[in-house]
């Protein structure tokens, strides 16, 4: 795909353009070629709901896990349990041999006290603010599809349920843990879905190459001579270098780097001194680096420590500067890209999907994934009464409220990805993988 711009009204034009017979949330285009039994919408309502009133945060979700296993206990899964998290992994074997294509769902919810209202809404002081129970029973909702097709099967599919990707690096902790060696070799393929608050529901989105920002955090402290503050001469203050660093940084943003290679540099955290009239010792200030290619994350690496190091220099100071990038770019695959739209659109017509103008500026751990084996991750909306001039809570906020009803088509839309992308490398599906 090129990378042009298009406006969300011309979705369709872009990649994989496509037919479509579908209109709305849940309803199912028969196009799709998997058939959805009857009661199948509301039994996955029904599960995502119970998640949502129990979420659990971070890599350890006993409670999560056991809803997760027992929603697929009978789908006839080969079925391994994480050492180092509480994730799941399920081999759904299919009819025929063949390769191996990944789904992921991420399962941890948020630290965030909920003020939904909802009737199932979390009174735990957690919250599924992200979406993650919409993920989790999407998936099981998948691989339900998935299990009553598996003679059609030209080879297997790996079911990735996932803790930890709030901030915790989860896919990281599972790539260790050997969930892309699940199926006894590699998948050539990975796909997962985000649900979104603050899009129209069931409007489904995706971009060729970079979907979302890498992060990165600088630290930095700042090592000066404490003092007297009618004294001034006789420290060395490490607090106008700091903030000559901070100043710094944004002009580094605006002529050292190309605005068509973008890199936000946001300082959020700032700490020095303890008294007005007492020169402190030392300063420490902390930046998120947020940078959208490789290459640009590499320079940041190292020519943002360089650049506060040089002015701590030239105050007689010495600093200790740090890069860390916690999180790689999510970086679609090309071809698979527009197989993901192709393929949505395929199912739900052309009028559902947009094709993105731009990158998302928040980060994703599914990069990780991304970085060993070629897919697309994409956006499902899920803001039932959407309306651009009063735009709903979104992701992460203590009001966001879900659209449970695009579960369905998010489940379709998974399992459509798996079974068409295994025919496609059996020699009979998309030409175009």
Same mark, same amino acid.
């Given at each position: 795909m090129t990378q042009h711009e298009q406006r969300p009204e011309?979705?369709?034009?872009?990649?994989?353009?496509?037919?479509?017979? #579908?209109?709305?949330?849940?309803?199912?285009?028969? %196009?799709?070629g998997l058939r959805v039994p009857d009661g199948f919408l509301e039994d996955l309502i029904a599960l995502r709901r119970r998640l949502h009133a129990h979420p659990e945060v971070g890599l350890m979700l006993p409670r999560t896990? +056991?809803?997760?296993? +027992?929603?697929?206990?009978?789908?006839?899964?080969?079925?391994?349990?994480?050492?180092?998290?509480?994730?799941?992994? !399920?081999?759904?074997?299919?009819?025929r041999p063949g390769p191996a294509v990944l789904l992921?769902?991420?399962? &941890? %919810?948020?630290?965030?006290?909920?003020?939904?209202?909802?009737?199932?809404?979390?009174?735990?002081?957690?919250? *599924?603010?992200? !979406?993650? $129970?919409?993920?989790?029973?999407?998936?099981?909702?998948?691989?339900?599809?998935?299990?009553? *097709?598996?003679? @059609?099967?030209?080879?297997?599919?790996?079911?990735?349920?996932?803790? %930890? @990707?709030e901030g915790y690096d989860g896919a990281g902790v599972m790539l260790r843990e050997g969930v892309l060696e699940a199926a006894g070799e590699r998948p050539i393929a990975a796909y997962g879905i985000h649900v979104s608050a603050d899009a129209p529901s069931g409007q489904i989105s995706t971009r060729a190459g970079?979907?979302?920002?890498? =992060?990165?955090?600088?630290?930095?402290?700042? /090592? !000066?001579? !404490?003092? *007297?503050?009618?004294?001034?001469?006789?420290?060395?203050?490490? /607090?106008?270098?700091?903030?000559?660093? /901070?100043?710094?940084?944004?002009?580094h943003v605006t002529r050292r780097t190309s605005v068509f290679d973008p890199v936000v540099v946001t300082v959020? @955290?700032?700490?020095?001194?303890? #008294?007005?009239?007492? /020169?402190?010792? @030392?300063?420490?200030?902390?930046?998120?680096?947020?940078?959208?290619s490789p290459r640009m994350a590499t320079r940041m690496a190292a020519q943002l420590p360089e650049l506060v190091t040089g002015i701590g220099r030239s105050h007689g100071l010495t600093v200790e500067a740090t890069f860390r990038t916690v999180l790689p770019a999510t970086i679609n695959d090309d071809a698979e890209a527009g197989f993901f739209a192709r393929t949505a659109q395929g199912i739900f017509g052309a009028e559902r999907y947009v094709d993105l103008e731009?990158?998302?500026?928040?980060?994703? &751990? =599914?990069?990780?994934?991304?970085?060993?084996?070629?897919?697309?991750? %994409? =956006?499902?909306?899920?803001a039932k009464d959407f309306d651009p001039e009063d735009?709903?809570?979104?992701?992460?906020?203590?009001? #966001?409220? =879900? &659209? $449970?009803?695009?579960?369905? $088509?998010?489940?379709?839309?998974?399992?459509?990805?798996?079974?068409?992308?295994?025919?496609?490398?059996?020699?009979?599906? $998309?030409?175009?993988?």
């Amino acid at each position: 795909m090129t990378q042009h711009e298009q406006r969300p009204e011309q979705a369709g034009a872009g990649i994989g353009a496509g037919p479509g017979t #579908a209109s709305g949330p849940g309803a199912v285009a028969a %196009g799709g070629g998997l058939r959805v039994p009857d009661g199948f919408l509301e039994d996955l309502i029904a599960l995502r709901r119970r998640l949502h009133a129990h979420p659990e945060v971070g890599l350890m979700l006993p409670r999560t896990q +056991e809803m997760i296993l +027992e929603a697929i206990a009978d789908l006839d899964l080969e079925i391994a349990l994480g050492t180092e998290t509480t994730s799941v992994v !399920g081999v759904l074997r299919g009819g025929r041999p063949g390769p191996a294509v990944l789904l992921r769902g991420d399962m &941890d %919810g948020l630290p965030v006290v909920e003020a939904t209202g909802l009737p199932y809404a979390a009174d735990t002081g957690t919250m *599924h603010a992200c !979406g993650h $129970d919409l993920h989790m029973a999407g998936l099981v909702g998948a691989a339900r599809l998935l299990a009553a *097709h598996r003679e @059609e099967l030209p080879g297997s599919v790996i079911l990735m349920f996932q803790p %930890g @990707e709030e901030g915790y690096d989860g896919a990281g902790v599972m790539l260790r843990e050997g969930v892309l060696e699940a199926a006894g070799e590699r998948p050539i393929a990975a796909y997962g879905i985000h649900v979104s608050a603050d899009a129209p529901s069931g409007q489904i989105s995706t971009r060729a190459g970079t979907l979302m920002a890498a =992060f990165s955090v600088l630290e930095v402290r700042v /090592i !000066g001579r !404490g003092g *007297h503050g009618s004294r001034p001469h006789e420290a060395l203050d490490p /607090i106008p270098a700091m903030a000559e660093m /901070i100043t710094a940084l944004q002009t580094h943003v605006t002529r050292r780097t190309s605005v068509f290679d973008p890199v936000v540099v946001t300082v959020g @955290e700032v700490h020095a001194g303890s #008294a007005p009239n007492i /020169i402190p010792g @030392e300063a420490h200030f902390r930046a998120g680096v947020r940078t959208f290619s490789p290459r640009m994350a590499t320079r940041m690496a190292a020519q943002l420590p360089e650049l506060v190091t040089g002015i701590g220099r030239s105050h007689g100071l010495t600093v200790e500067a740090t890069f860390r990038t916690v999180l790689p770019a999510t970086i679609n695959d090309d071809a698979e890209a527009g197989f993901f739209a192709r393929t949505a659109q395929g199912i739900f017509g052309a009028e559902r999907y947009v094709d993105l103008e731009n990158p998302r500026t928040g980060s994703e &751990d =599914f990069s990780r994934v991304l970085a060993e084996v070629p897919g697309a991750y %994409g =956006f499902v909306g899920a803001a039932k009464d959407f309306d651009p001039e009063d735009m709903p809570a979104s992701n992460h906020s203590p009001m #966001a409220v =879900f &659209d $449970d009803s695009v579960l369905a $088509d998010q489940a379709l839309l998974l399992a459509t990805l798996a079974r068409d992308r295994l025919r496609a490398a059996a020699g009979e599906g $998309d030409p175009a993988i």
